[in-house]
């Protein structure tokens, strides 16, 4: 499918604490839709198919980052390496 979904249906949480601390962290972004590209989000745009507003996020036009090994670290202590 062209439309991947919203963020908090795409994410995959292990423990109800670590729920908890990403609802307060990335808050209404959890709601934001993935589509496949900024071809397929123009297409939504243009034809009125969506029921209200939401942002939407092209996975073609995302640029990642890579985190310090201290930041992993960190994160591995929180929630593990699984």
Known sequence: S???GVVAKLLR????NTTTA???L???KLYQVVV???VTSKALL???QLSQ???IIPLNRI???SASQQQLDAAHKLVGKD
Not at 13 to 16: D, G, L, Q, W
């Open 2 to 4: 062209k439309v991947k």
């Open 53 to 55: 507003r939401v942002t």
């Open 46 to 48: 243009s034809r009125g």
């Open 26 to 28: 990335a808050g209404g």
């Open 13 to 16: 949480v292990n423990t109800p």
């Open 36 to 38: 496949d590209s900024d």
């Open 22 to 24: 990403l609802e307060v």
């Open 63 to 65: 640029n990642g980052r």
